[in-house]
C-alpha cells in the first residue's frame, strides 16, 4: 500500500517548507487529514453511534453482525470503486447477484449437485455476464451505463425466469459456512478466541511493517514523509482500533469466514491496482483516456477485464448473500447497485474517474453500513434511514469536492 | 499627461506558499495595443484574472484605476459591464450552439416578455461578423469552426458587450500564420475603432509587429515598460527583460552528422476516420541516425495525421504504404507495437493526449514504458522511482518531489514530463509534434537542448511544428507537407520562412 503524496498547495517553484518542528507537524496532519479524513469520519460515526445507542452498536455480537450484513456489498464495492476508477459506472450488479445466487441454488438445491459445483456455476455464469458488458462497452463502445441500465433489466429478467418467480430454499449446511461459518476455539481461550485475536495482531504488524519500509522507501528518494511522532501515532492508533474491533469479534462468535474471504481479497486488489501493470493502466485509463492510448495501453482490453473482473465479484456476493439468506430470491440484490456506487463515491473516488482507491471503498461501505446499522438499532425509520444515506452521500462527494478546490485554489 | 484607460498599482496576490503577484504596476493608455511579456509562471495570468474580478476584490492587494474611477468587481460580470472583456487561450464557446447564439451567450438580445428576440440576434450577429471579417452564417454550429474562426467568433461576442478594454491571453497559439496574421490585423483595426487591447504572447516577433508598449513581467513583479517604437527596442531587448539575462540565441547549436536511415515511410496514404477523403496522400519520408528532421505544414495539412497513422495507425484509416525501420519493413498496427519497434510520439496537446494531469509525476513518465518495468505484470516500484528520479535530474524538471501531480506543473515542465515518458521507452526515433508550444523561452531553449543530446546519442528526430523559425533553427533538413502531399524538402541551410511558405500553401488552400 502506497501513502498519496501529500498534495501541497505549492507552486512548482515554491522552496521545500521550513523545518521547524511544530509548524511541519501541523502541515503534515492537514494533509493526513485531507487525504484520510474518509477514515476519521468512520471512527467519529462509529463513536457517535456508540455514544447514541448507550453502547449497543459496538456490543460483540452487533459488531459481528454488522461485518456479516455487509460483507457482499464490499466485495461489490472492490469491483465498483476499479469500474468508478476507469471512468464507467455499473448499474447491473444487483441484478447479477440475485442471477448468479438464483443458479446456484437451482444447481444445489433443484439439482441436489455438491454445494461447491454451485459455487463454481455461479462464478462461470457472472464471468459470462462480465464478459458480455465487457464486449458491448469496450469493442462496440457503447457507454457502461446503457450497456450495465440494459443488464440491470436483462439480468433481473432472466432470475425471475430460471426462478419461475418462486423463491429457492434451504440450500445444505455446508452452502452456509461461507456467509454464516466461524473460525473459534483453534487455540482455545476463555470467552474469547485466542485465534482470531492472533491473526489480528499479525495483520497489525504486517500493517506497520509494511508502512514503516514505504516510509523509509520514501525518504530514500527524498520525498516528504511526516515527522516519526505522527507516523508512530497513526500505527498505533489504526492498531488499537483493529485490535478493538477484534477483540469485540474474539468475544463474540471467533472469526468470520466471510471476513477472511473479504481481508484477501482487499489486499489483493490493492495489490493489483497499486503495483501490476493492469491496475496502473486502469488508472491511467480513467486519467486520460486518450493519453493513455497513445502510451500503448490496449484500453478494449483493460475495459474488457474490468467488466470481467466486476461480473466475477458479483458472483461471489451473489454467493455470499444466498449463502446467507439460505436460497435464492427473484428479489435478491434490489438496489445493491447503489450502496456499492455509494461506497465508492463516499471513499473517494472521482465521478470523472482516474481516482480511487480500494481502500477508501471499504471505508466508505463500512460508513454507509455503521450508519444503516446504527438507525436500526435505534429504532429509526426505513424512510428515514433513507433520506439520511441520500444526504451522506450527497455530502461525502461535496465535501471532497470543496476540500479539492480549496487545496486547488488557483 | 497620457490618457490612461487602466491602471493598476501595486497589485499583490498570495495563494497559500506562494506569492504569485508581489508588485505589479501596470497601465495602458486609451487606444493602444499594449503587450504583456513574460516567462510562464511570472503572472501574467493571474494578473489578468485580478483585473476582470476572477479574484474578486478584496483578494488581492494594490488598486485598479478603470477610466480613472476605482474598480471594486466581484466577478466577471462586474468587469464585463465595465467594458473590460478576457478572451482566454482556451476558448470559451459551446461547439453545439450557432454562432449568433453564442455571440449573445449571457447577453441575450430580448423582445417582447422577456423572450429572445431571434431577428434582432441574427441581424446583430450577421453585423460583427462583418466587423471581425468573418465570412459565416450566423446559424453556422462553433463546432464546424476551426480554431481561428472560432477566435474570431470570441472576439465578435465581446464587441457584441460594448467592449472598451479586449484583453487576449494568448490569442495565436493555437493559429496557424494565416489566421494569427488576420487576428492581428483585426486587433489593429478594432484600435483604430477606439478599442484597448492588451495582448499576453509568447510570440514575441508577433509583439515586435502589433504592440505600442510592452510591460515585461517577471517573478510577480513588473520589470519594465518598453516603448517599442524606441529604436533599440527589438525581440532580442525582450527577451533579456524576461529572462533577465542574455540568451546566446533561440536555439542551441549542434553539427548535425547524419547516419543511416532509421526510419523510412514510403508512399504513404490515409483517410479521414469519418469522413470520405484522404488526409495523408502519398507521403514519402526518411530519417537518418543523429539528424533532426521537420515537417513543416499549415494547420489540416495533415502533418499531425501524419504522424499519429505512423506511430501505430492510431489515426483514420489505413490505405497504403509502407515504413521501413533500419531498412526493414515493419507494419505497427498498434501504438504498443509501434512503441516496441522504437518509435516514439509526443502529442502536440500536452493536455488532453499527452498526460494524466491526475497522477503524479513518476507514474506519468513510467506510463509508456509500464511493461518494461514490471515482470510477470508486477510493477517493480524500485526501480519506477529511480528512473523517474533520473528523468527529473537529467531534464531538470523543477518540481518539489516526484511525487507531485503533474496537473500542477507549468508548461514548460509538463513538456519534460512527456518528453521524459517518451525517452525511457528507448526510442529510435522519437516524432515531437509542436514541442514548445505554449511554453517560455527559458524552457524552450532547455527543451532544443534536450532534443539535440538526444540526436547527438545517434538516434532521430522528426519535429512537426507551426512555428517556421522553430523548425528553421532546430532542424536538419525540412519536408513541407500541404494537402496531405509532401510538396518539397529543403535541408535547413537551404531553406527560408519564404520558401517553406510557398511550398506549404502550393496546390490548395488549406481550411479553417
Known amino acids: 500500500m502506497t501513502v498519496t503524496a501529500p498534495r501541497g498547495p505549492m507552486g512548482a517553484i515554491a522552496p521545500p517548507p521550513e523545518k521547524n518542528g511544530l509548524g511541519e507537524l501541523r502541515l503534515a496532519m492537514t494533509h493526513n487529514l485531507r487525504t484520510s479524513g474518509i477514515y476519521v469520519a468512520l471512527v467519529a460515526l462509529v463513536a457517535l453511534f456508540a455514544l447514541i445507542t448507550g453502547g449497543a452498536s459496538l456490543s460483540a ?15 461489490l464495492a472492490i469491483g465498483m470503486v476499479i469500474v468508478i476508477i476507469a471512468g464507467h459506472i455499473d448499474l447491473s450488479v444487483g441484478s447479477v447477484v440475485a442471477l448468479t445466487g438464483a443458479i446456484s441454488a437451482i444447481t ?119 515527522p516519526l511522532s505522527l507516523f508512530a501515532l497513526k500505527i498505533l492508533a489504526v492498531g488499537v482500533l483493529v485490535m478493538a474491533f477484534a477483540w469485540k469479534l474474539a468475544s463474540a462468535r471467533g472469526l468470520p469466514v466471510v471476513l477472511i474471504m473479504l481481508a484477501v481479497l482487499i489486499m489483493a486488489y490493492t495489490v493489483m491496482m497499486q503495483h501490476t501493470v493492469f491496475g496502473r493502466q486502469i488508472y491511467a485509463i480513467g486519467g486520460n483516456l486518450a493519453a493513455a492510448s497513445l502510451s500503448g495501453v490496449k484500453v478494449r482490453a483493460v475495459n474488457f477485464w474490468i467488466f470481467v473482473n466486476m461480473g466475477l465479484l458479483s458472483a461471489v456476493a451473489g454467493i455470499v448473500f444466498s449463502s446467507r439468506t439460505n436460497g435464492a430470491q427473484p428479489g435478491a440484490g434490489n438496489m445493491f447497485e447503489l450502496d456499492a456506487i455509494a461506497a465508492a463515491f463516499i471513499g473517494g473516488a472521482a465521478v470523472t474517474g482516474g481516482v480511487g482507491k ?50 486547488g485554489a488557483h | 499627461m497620457p490618457d490612461y484607460i487602466l491602471e493598476m498599482r501595486s497589485i499583490t496576490k498570495s495563494f497559500p506558499g506562494v506569492k504569485a503577484l508581489a508588485d505589479v504596476t501596470f497601465s495602458a493608455q486609451r487606444g493602444e495595443v499594449h503587450a504583456i511579456c513574460g516567462e510562464n509562471g511570472a503572472g501574467k495570468s493571474t494578473l489578468m484574472k485580478v483585473l476582470s474580478g476572477v479574484y474578486p476584490h478584496g483578494s488581492y492587494g494594490g488598486e485598479i484605476l478603470f477610466e480613472g474611477e476605482p474598480c471594486e468587481f466581484s466577478g466577471i460580470r462586474d468587469s464585463e459591464r465595465a467594458g473590460i472583456v478576457i478572451i482566454h487561450q482556451e476558448l470559451a464557446l459551446v461547439p453545439h450552439l450557432s454562432i449568433a447564439e453564442n455571440i449573445f451567450l449571457g447577453n441575450e438580445r430580448r423582445g417582447r416578455g422577456g423572450l429572445i428576440d431571434w431577428h434582432k440576434t441574427q441581424a446583430e450577429a450577421a453585423e460583427l461578423l462583418k466587423a471581425v471579417g468573418l465570412n459565416e452564417e450566423p446559424t453556422t454550429q462553433v463546432g464546424q469552426l476551426g480554431v481561428g474562426k472560432q477566435q474570431l467568433v470570441e472576439i465578435a461576442k465581446a464587441l457584441a458587450k460594448d467592449v472598451k478594454l479586449l484583453i487576449l491571453d494568448e490569442p495565436t497559439a493555437a493559429l496557424n500564420d494565416n489566421d494569427s496574421a488576420h487576428l492581428l490585423d483585426l486587433v ?64 542551441p547549436e549542434r553539427t548535425p552528422t547524419p547516419g543511416k536511415v532509421v526510419l523510412e515511410v514510403r508512399d504513404w496514404t490515409v483517410r479521414h476516420p469519418q469522413q470520405d477523403r484522404l488526409v495523408v496522400d502519398g507521403a514519402s519520408f526518411e530519417v537518418r541516425a543523429g539528424e533532426v528532421v521537420g515537417i513543416a505544414g499549415l494547420m489540416g495539412a495533415g502533418r499531425t495525421e501524419l504522424a499519429m497513422s505512423v506511430f501505430g495507425r492510431s489515426y483514420g484509416r489505413f490505405i497504403s504504404g509502407q515504413t521501413l525501420m533500419h531498412g526493414k519493413p515493419v507494419a505497427p498496427r498498434t501504438v504498443a507495437e509501434a512503441i516496441g519497434r522504437g518509435l516514439a510520439y509526443v502529442t502536440e496537446d500536452r493536455k488532453q493526449l499527452g498526460l494524466n494531469l491526475l497522477d503524479t509525476i513518476t507514474r506519468n513518465i513510467s506510463g509508456a514504458a509500464l511493461p518494461n518495468l514490471a515482470k510477470w505484470g508486477f510493477v517493480d516500484a524500485n526501480l519506477e522511482a529511480k528512473l523517474a528520479r533520473h528523468s527529473m535530474d537529467s531534464m531538470r524538471i523543477k518540481a518539489p518531489s516526484v511525487q507531485s501531480v503533474v496537473g500542477k506543473l507549468s508548461g514548460g515542465n509538463q513538456q519534460k514530463v512527456v518528453l521524459s515518458k517518451w525517452l525511457l521507452t528507448g526510442p529510435d526515433v522519437l516524432i515531437i509534434d509542436e514541442p514548445t508550444r505554449g511554453i517560455d523561452v527559458g524552457a524552450k531553449f532547455e527543451i532544443y537542448t534536450l532534443i539535440n543530446e538526444f540526436v547527438e546519442s545517434g538516434k532521430a528526430v522528426v519535429v512537426i511544428s507551426s512555428d517556421l523559425l522553430e523548425l ?31 511550398l506549404m500553401t502550393k496546390e490548395k488552400e488549406a481550411i479553417g
Open chain 1, 108 to 226: 444445489v438445491i433443484k439439482y441436489d449437485m455438491p454445494w461447491w459445483v454451485g459455487v463454481l456455476a455461479a462464478l462461470a455464469t457472472g464471468l459470462l455476464i462480465g464478459a458480455w458488458h465487457g464486449f458491448w462497452v469496450a469493442y462496440v463502445g457503447i457507454p457502461a451505463f446503457i450497456v450495465t441500465l440494459a443488464g440491470m433489466l436483462l439480468f433481473r429478467g432472466l432470475t425471475l425466469f430460471v426462478l419461475d418467480n418462486v423463491s429457492l430454499s434451504p440450500f445444505p449446511d455446508e452452502y452456509g459456512v461461507i456467509a454464516s461459518g466461524f473460525i473459534n476455539g483453534w487455540l482455545g481461550g476463555y470467552g474469547y478466541d485466542v485465534f482470531t485475536l492472533v491473526v489480528f495482531a499479525l495483520g497489525v504488524v504486517g500493517f506497520a511493517v509494511s508502512q514503516y519500509r514505504s516510509r523509509k522507501a520514501r525518504m530514500g528518494y527524498h520525498q516528504p514523509v511526516p
Open chain 1, 61 to 75: 455480537g452487533n459488531v459481528t453482525n454488522i461485518v456479516l450484513q455487509y460483507s457482499y456489498i464490499l466485495v
Open chain 1, 358 to 407: 480500494v481502500v477508501g471503498a471499504m471505508a466508505g461501505g463500512l460508513i454507509m453500513a455503521v450508519m444503516s446499522n446504527g438507525m436500526q438499532l435505534m429504532g429509526i425509520d426505513q424512510s428515514l434511514q433513507s433520506v439520511v444515506k441520500g444526504l451522506v452521500l450527497l455530502l461525502a462527494v461535496a465535501f471532497d469536492i470543496w476540500n479539492k478546490r480549496r487545496a
Open chain 2, 188 to 251: 489593429r483595426q478594432l484600435q483604430a475603432r477606439g478599442i484597448t487591447s492588451i495582448i499576453i504572447s509568447h510570440k514575441l516577433n508577433e509583439i515586435e509587429a502589433t504592440a505600442n508598449r510592452t510591460t515585461v513581467i517577471r517573478d510577480g513583479q513588473t520589470v519594465e515598460t518598453l516603448d517599442m517604437e524606441a529604436p533599440d527596442v527589438n525581440v532580442d531587448r525582450i527577451v533579456r527583460s524576461m529572462v533577465g539575462r542574455d540568451l546566446e540565441s533561440f536555439y
Open chain 2, 472 to 502: 528553421l533553427g532546430t532542424c536538419d533538413r525540412i519536408y513541407a507537407l500541404s494537402g496531405g502531399r509532401i510538396t518539397g524538402e529543403f535541408p535547413a541551410s537551404e531553406a527560408n520562412e519564404e520558401k517553406l511558405m510557398t
